[in-house]
């Protein structure tokens, strides 16, 4: 709410948030780049991990640079009933995703992720206007082909 932005604690970021959030980090913090971490399990894939202390969070993050989010990852769930459980709470049939479970009963190890939005930073480095400056073939709804 400092910012002047209600935000439920449960939910999700929108864009309008995020550039708040940005501009609230770089006035008292003085930086660009931040992390935010332990997002609402509501809001993440049904195969990101709760956290262990709270269950409501995830062990998930977002990495932001110029109020733009440029990486997102966390822990993988490798339990199976806590894949089960959190799949049939996402409302996901758990027989259609049986052979991804069963890896995770026949010793899938612990594991996490993440992904880079390289044409994002390649966009805020350069300070360009548009992503689409940043790729060769830029595609979108209306443009799906060369």
Do not use: W
Request: neutral net charge; glycine residues 6%.
């Amino acid at each position: 709410m400092e910012a002047g932005v209600e935000v439920d604690p449960l939910g999700d970021l929108n864009t309008e948030s995020e550039r708040k959030l940005g501009q609230l980090v770089l006035e008292k913090y003085k930086t660009e780049f931040y992390i935010l971490h332990r997002f609402p399990t509501a809001v993440r894939p049904f195969y990101t991990m709760p956290c262990a202390d709270n269950p409501l969070y995830s062990n998930s993050f977002d990495v932001f640079i110029r109020c733009e989010e440029i990486m997102s990852g966390g822990q993988r769930v490798h339990v199976p009933e806590v894949m089960e459980k959190r799949a049939r709470e996402c409302g996901i049939d758990v027989k259609t995703i049986s052979t991804y479970i069963d890896s995770f009963k026949y010793g899938a190890p612990p594991h996490g992720g993440f992904r880079v939005g390289l044409e994002r930073v390649v966009m805020l480095f350069c300070a360009l206007n548009n992503i689409r400056k940043t790729s060769l073939f830029p595609r979108d709804p209306q443009r799906l082909s060369p």
